[in-house]
């Protein structure tokens, strides 16, 4: 939870400094900061309160086993995989030994297990808003479902260019852990820099939570609860490598079984069927006249002797789970580095000022801000944004206060 006693930076009456992260990779993140849902209104919606799934928003996906991730599933188009019962969608896991079937190209596979996968492919698309999938996830050893979405031109030019956003994924034997992550060229789990966070959330597979993403041209805030606990900023500089992200994007659904991931500790038997609810789906854009907050963010480096690859914001939240951070800029004839975000009104932040770009590793180059104004494991900063743009006072590296 927030230290709300900690001092306040006496540069700015806006930023709050205290935090409870650092400098180490899938940061979790706690926070008492809400998320504002009337910057946003709604535009689609399916709350699964007909008797069969809408087909004209959905798609029922079937494949053989092993296709993707050497998962054991064949996914299926069954009414015992996929169905809807009292105003939830299940998708339902389910042992079935000797279960045969014929793939795309008409050659048969048998499988051991049976599951549902559906997307939103060719039907409803989008290019940012905010997505909200309230849903209680099965438990046991083996489940792996997923809430995630996959960009439109896959087909072109596959994966993970097209860019993939993984909103909810959880495993059954790390039971509670529930991560966001995002793959693309650039940041992906093949060379180990893909972009992801974690929370835990006890009752995840006991009742009902909301796994919610919040992204724009600038961002992804990935939420639980409206309680946001991940956060990938664009540092792109148009490199669509980095940030594959202004295109449209489907929906997918899916109860995986087993696995590169969610078969690491095997699959318990006792476990099937295995069910994934869910209650509603809704996606909302982004109201007119809602705007992001502009923060400029300044380190004076005048008693430092600066890396020649720079000074770096980076740590806490901010970083998206990677040590690199984003790049600063040194200011014309000055000591002052500073970089500026655009950044969700009503928001909190911890940071840390870095000295040289480290993409590949948590130690070296960090500051080490008095207690006056960090807190933590790790005496990150502690940024709440306002409603306004706003610039912080540069301060001296590792200092609370202006440099000498």
């Given at each position: 939870m927030?230290?709300?006693?900690?001092?306040?930076?006496?540069?700015?009456?806006?930023?709050?400094?205290?935090?409870?992260?650092?400098?180490?990779?899938?940061?979790?993140?706690?926070?008492?900061?809400?998320?504002?849902?009337?910057?946003?209104?709604?535009?689609w919606s399916d709350e699964f309160d007909t008797p069969e799934l809408d087909l004209s928003s959905w798609n029922k996906l079937e494949w053989r086993p092993g296709w993707v991730n050497n998962e054991l599933q064949a996914y299926t188009d069954r009414d015992t995989n996929i169905f809807i019962e009292n105003g939830h969608l299940i998708l339902q896991a389910l042992i079935e030994p000797g279960y045969l079937d014929t793939d795309y190209t008409g050659a048969e596979y048998n499988a051991d297990y049976t599951s549902g996968r559906i997307n939103t492919d060719n039907k409803i698309s989008r290019t940012y808003g905010r997505f909200d999938v309230r849903a209680k996830l099965p438990k046991g050893n083996g489940s792996w479902p997923a809430i995630w979405m996959l960009g439109e031109s896959i087909s072109e030019i596959g994966w993970p260019a097209c860019g993939e956003i993984d909103i909810m994924e959880h495993v059954g034997y790390d039971n509670g852990m529930?991560?966001?992550?995002?793959?693309?060229?650039?940041?992906?789990?093949?060379?180990?820099?893909?972009?992801s966070g974690s929370r835990f959330v006890d009752t995840a597979t006991d009742s009902f939570h909301v796994y919610s993403l919040e992204w724009t041209p600038n961002y992804l805030r990935y939420l639980i609860d409206n309680s946001p606990y991940f956060f990938v900023?664009?540092?792109?500089?148009?490199?669509?490598?980095?940030?594959?992200?202004?295109?449209?994007h489907y929906l997918i659904l899916?109860?995986?079984?087993?696995?590169?991931?969610?078969?690491?500790?095997?699959?318990?038997?006792?476990?099937?069927?295995?069910?994934?609810?869910?209650?509603?789906?809704?996606?909302?854009?982004?109201?007119?006249?809602?705007?992001?907050?502009?923060?400029?963010?300044?380190?004076?480096?005048?008693?430092?002797?600066?890396?020649?690859?720079?000074?770096?914001?980076?740590?806490?939240?901010?970083?998206?789970?990677?040590?690199?951070?984003?790049?600063?800029?040194?200011?014309q004839n000055s000591d002052i580095w500073q970089t500026t975000l655009t950044l969700p009104p009503n928001s909190d932040f911890t940071f840390k000022y870095r000295n040289g770009y480290q993409p590949n590793s948590w130690s070296g180059g960090w500051e080490t801000p008095d207690a006056d104004c960090s807190t933590g494991q790790f005496n990150d900063r502690y940024l709440t944004v306002g409603l306004n743009d706003t610039s912080l006072t540069a301060v001296c590296f590792s200092e609370c206060v202006l440099c000498d």
């Open positions: 927030i230290d709300v006693n900690k001092k306040q930076l006496i540069f700015s009456l806006l930023i709050a400094i205290f935090g409870c992260s650092g400098e180490q990779k899938n940061q979790i993140t706690n926070s008492n900061e809400i998320s504002d849902l009337t910057r946003w209104s709604e535009v529930v991560h966001g992550s995002i793959h693309t060229d650039a940041y992906n789990h093949m060379n180990n820099t893909q972009k900023y664009n540092d792109s500089d148009g490199d669509v490598s980095k940030w594959p992200f202004d295109q449209q899916n109860l995986a079984v087993g696995g590169d991931w969610g078969g690491v500790q095997g699959i318990d038997p006792s476990a099937f069927p295995m069910r994934m609810l869910i209650d509603y789906v809704k996606i909302y854009k982004q109201k007119e006249g809602s705007t992001d907050v502009q923060v400029t963010f300044q380190v004076d480096m005048k008693n430092e002797n600066v890396s020649n690859t720079g000074v770096w914001l980076s740590g806490g939240n901010i970083s998206s789970g990677q040590p690199g951070g984003l790049q600063m800029q040194q200011q």
